[in-house]
């Protein structure tokens, strides 16, 4: 049952990332009709995939950096070390490097390009909260992450954003030091906006499957649902906003470490705890 769960959720997330896929095209299609050329395209996708694959090599060291993750020792943290080996050994995947992110705030989050490059971070919170059962069950939906090549897939959304924001610059570019006969400008306008709010709801939209995904798998690694949801309900209560904020890397966590208004929730990377912790229990 988890395991077509899960793979619905996949199925969800690529159908998405078609939707992304065609939008660009779209713009670029549209730029087109206005300028007549498709060196600017071109140039557009091209950066954007470049710039992708270098994010995608260096991604892990920033998030890592920017969070403030210190790297720990079996000796240190023998507990959260033996889980971590028993998931790995469970899901036939290697020994990820793991860390600390010194924060009252209960989180977690992984990074890494694949498997064999995998990083998983815990606060200082989430061990202070979560009993041995639960935190094996977080530690199971951030080795589900890796598993599920998480990171890779959102460096490919990455670059569909990139090449997409590119387009709109040349557009308004083309329209500045062009003429603007047929209402280029307004275009542009109404183009940005939309485009602006499509690229950020459909990367918070893969993203919160990517979640969906993981908690199914993670609970298929465990063979216990109940234990995240119990987990889920504990960092609720503790609170998971960190002190430092950075929306750079916040879809890369458990829950969504960032403090944040109502609207800012419709944008969200992360679904709400108490869907999520609805799902689980009904498994």
């Known amino acids: 049952m988890h395991t077509h769960s899960a793979t619905k959720n996949k199925l969800k997330s690529n159908f998405i990332i078609l939707m992304l896929l ?13 300028t007549g050329s498709s060196t600017a395209i071109i140039t557009a996708v091209s950066f954007g995939a470049v710039y992708a694959l270098i994010s995608y090599f260096t991604a892990s060291k920033i998030a890592l950096k920017v969070n403030r993750a210190k790297p720990i020792s079996k000796k240190d943290f023998p507990q959260v070390y033996r889980i971590v080996e028993e998931l790995t050994k469970e899901a036939k995947l290697p020994m990820p490097k793991l860390y600390i992110v010194n924060d009252p705030a209960a989180n977690a989050f992984a990074t890494g390009r694949s498997p064999e490059h995998a990083h998983v971070a815990v606060t200082s919170g989430v061990l202070e909260v979560l009993n041995e059962d639960e935190l094996k069950a977080v530690l199971s939906h951030e080795i589900s992450h890796v598993k599920n090549y998480d990171i890779r897939l959102m460096m490919v959304v990455f670059a569909c954003i990139t090449s997409l924001n590119l387009i709109i610059d040349f557009f308004l570019r083309s329209i500045i030091f062009g003429d603007d ?9 109404l183009i940005s906006i939309i485009s602006s709010f499509v690229g950020l709801m459909i990367q918070a939209a893969i993203s919160r499957q990517r979640e969906y995904a993981a908690d199914l798998s993670g609970s298929e690694l465990t063979k216990n649902p109940k234990q995240l949801a119990s987990a889920l309900r504990k960092i609720s209560t503790k609170g998971s906003n960190l002190k430092v904020q950075s929306s750079a890397t916040a879809h890369l966590f458990l829950d969504n470490p960032l403090r944040g208004s109502r609207l800012a929730k419709l944008f969200s990377t992360h679904p709400p705890m108490e869907q999520r912790i609805k799902v689980l229990e009904s498994l």
């Not at 065609?22 to 206005?34: D, E, H, P």
């Open 181 to 189: 006969e047929r209402g280029g400008f307004l275009s542009y306008i």
């Open 22 to 34: 065609a939008f660009t095209a779209l713009i670029g299609w549209l730029y087109y009709q206005y």
